[in-house]
């Protein structure tokens, strides 16, 4: 099992950004795809981004590709997701999963995740 620690959420503008951060512990975590969700009050978690275990795969929901951006320091265990652009629906409370394989799109997919992290915007 992984653990997972989310933190960089907050308020901010539309139109502003943010950085979130997740770090991890636990085995091979390198070798785990990771991605982010995010759930908005009365809604469904939803899929935001997921990276591979490498780094070399990346794939973003149609909502936020262009704006948003994954990448991971495997020598920190720690992945990251740079939200540009940001706009009132993007609020959220964002959280971080890792899946045993080695990329994933499907929530179902991913057995570790944080606690999660808030992030709202404000016209």
């Known amino acids: 099992q992984v653990q997972l620690v989310e933190s960089g959420g907050g308020l901010v503008q539309a139109g502003g950004s943010l950085r979130l951060s997740c770090a991890a512990s636990?085995?091979?975590?390198?070798?785990?795809?990771t991605g982010w969700f995010r759930q908005a009050p009365g809604k469904e978690r939803e899929f935001v981004a997921t990276?591979?275990?490498?780094?070399?795969?990346?794939y973003y929901a149609d909502s936020v590709k262009g704006r948003f951006t994954i990448s991971r320091d495997n020598a920190k265990n720690t992945v990251y997701l740079q939200m540009n652009s940001l706009k009132p629906e993007d609020t959220a409370v964002y959280y971080c999963?890792?899946?045993?394989?080695?990329?994933?799109?499907?929530?179902?997919?991913?057995?570790?995740w944080g606690q999660g992290t808030q992030v709202t915007v404000s016209s």
């Open positions: 636990g085995r091979s975590f390198s070798t785990r795809g």
């Open positions: 999963a890792a899946s045993g394989r080695a990329i994933a799109t499907d929530a179902a997919d991913f057995s570790s």
């Open positions: 990276i591979s275990g490498t780094g070399g795969f990346t």
